[in-house]
T-cell receptor, first 114, second 117 residues
């Protein structure tokens, strides 16, 4: 079974600075997907960024980028030019290429200080 | 296009009561899932379905039942509520296996906060 670990329960960053959230996972599969979801106080789960394991290039979405290290089974999220609206709980998630189930990490609560 | 809808948004039950959490999607997704979210534990899979008439258990299925009679609907039933089922419940849907580059992420409903006293 796959597992996802987020070792940072809480992180904080100054507005306009850069922060990196860590995620590691364990799997015996070679083909899979990885996601970062954001959950603001509204509780809605919002997809931030996704990565397909077969792609070597790291995914980027505006101020959000990932560092995908397949051999190390690491998938960190970098938020550049942090904004107050980035404050939220962030979840890392794994999905097998052939399945539909998402396995989530425990979450990292990000605080952005003005 | 409403996406994934869930009702109710909030619910308080007494121990032993039963209820059904409703979930519907209008994106013609094959896969639908129910998760529960508890502090410090992320989201955990309760039950899931890969199509109408097909359901299977996830990580934490005890105390919950599901059925999938249509592609659109995937209700979650609590047969006899217990305080341990106090949680936030999310329904999600996605396409099944797709060609590379297609959309395959899960779309989530707004969640239901359930309290069992």
């Amino acid at each position: 079974a796959q597992t996802v670990t987020q070792s940072q329960p809480e992180m904080s960053v100054q507005e306009a600075e850069t922060v990196t959230l860590s995620c590691t996972y364990d799997t015996s599969e070679s083909d899979y997907y990885l996601f970062w979801y954001k959950q603001p106080p509204s509780r809605q789960m919002i997809l931030v960024i996704r990565q397909e394991a077969y792609k070597q290039q790291n995914a980027t979405e505006n101020r959000f980028s990932v560092n995908f290290q397949k051999a190390a089974k690491s998938f960190s999220l970098k938020i550049s030019d942090s904004q107050l609206g980035d404050a939220a709980m962030y979840f890392c998630a794994y999905r097998s290429f052939t399945g539909s189930r998402l396995t989530f990490g425990e979450g990292t609560q990000l605080t952005v200080n003005p | 296009n409403a996406g994934v809808t869930q009702t109710p948004k909030f619910q308080v039950l007494k121990t032993g009561q039963s209820m059904t959490l409703q979930c519907a999607q209008d994106m013609n997704h094959e896969y639908m899932s129910w998760y529960r979210q508890d502090p410090g534990m992320g989201l955990r899979l309760i039950h899931y379905s890969v199509g109408a008439g097909i359901t299977d258990q996830g990580e934490v299925p005890n105390g919950y039942n599901v059925s999938r009679s249509t592609t659109e609907d995937f209700p979650l039933r609590l047969l006899s509520a217990a305080p341990s089922q106090t949680s936030v419940y999310f329904c999600a849907s996605s396409y099944g296996r797709r060609p590379r580059g297609s959309s395959y992420e899960q779309y989530f409903g707004p969640g239901t906060r359930l309290t069992v006293t």
